[in-house]
C-alpha cells in the first residue's frame, strides 16, 4: 500500500516559519524525485520545489531564498522548511514522489498526498 501522508501545516504569522513533512510508505523512496506543490483556492496548482534522487533541487521564483527541501531516505522523508512566510504563501501543501520511464524500469510512477494546510495572517 503505497502512502505519502503530509505533517506541520497549520496557522502561522507573516514572517513567521513552518516546517512541512512527509512520510512515505510502500515503495523504494530513495530512486524517486520528491517534490512540494501548492494550491490556493481558485488558483491553479503550483510546483514549489523539487529534489532529485541525487539531491539536486530546484525552486519556484516566489519561494527561492526562504524555503529549503530536504529528504531523509532511511526515514523515507521528505521535508519543506519554510521561513519568513507571506500571506501568498497560504495554499494547501501537497507532496509528490516521482519515478519515470527509463531503461529498465516499468513506469512512470507518480504518487501524491492528501494535502496539508498552511495560512499565513495577522
Known amino acids: 500500500q503505497v502512502q505519502l501522508v503530509e505533517s506541520g501545516g497549520g496557522l502561522v504569522q507573516p514572517g513567521g516559519s513552518l516546517r512541512l513533512s512527509c512520510a512515505t510508505s510502500g515503495f523504494t523512496f530513495n530512486t524517486y524525485t520528491a517534490k512540494w506543490f501548492r494550491q490556493a483556492p481558485v488558483k491553479e496548482r503550483e510546483l514549489v520545489a523539487v529534489?532529485?534522487?541525487?539531491?539536486?533541487?530546484n525552486y519556484a521564483d516566489s519561494v527561492k531564498g526562504r524555503f529549503t527541501i530536504s529528504r531523509d531516505n532511511a526515514k523515507n522523508t521528505v521535508y519543506l522548511q519554510m521561513d519568513s512566510l507571506k500571506p501568498e504563501d497560504t495554499a494547501v501543501y501537497y507532496c509528490?514522489?516521482?519515478?519515470?520511464?527509463?531503461?529498465?524500469?516499468?513506469?512512470?510512477?507518480?504518487?501524491w498526498g492528501q494535502g496539508t494546510q498552511v495560512t499565513v495572517s495577522s
Open positions: 509528490n514522489a516521482y519515478r519515470g520511464r527509463s531503461g529498465s524500469v516499468r513506469g512512470p510512477y507518480d504518487y
Open positions: 529534489i532529485t534522487s541525487a539531491g539536486g533541487t
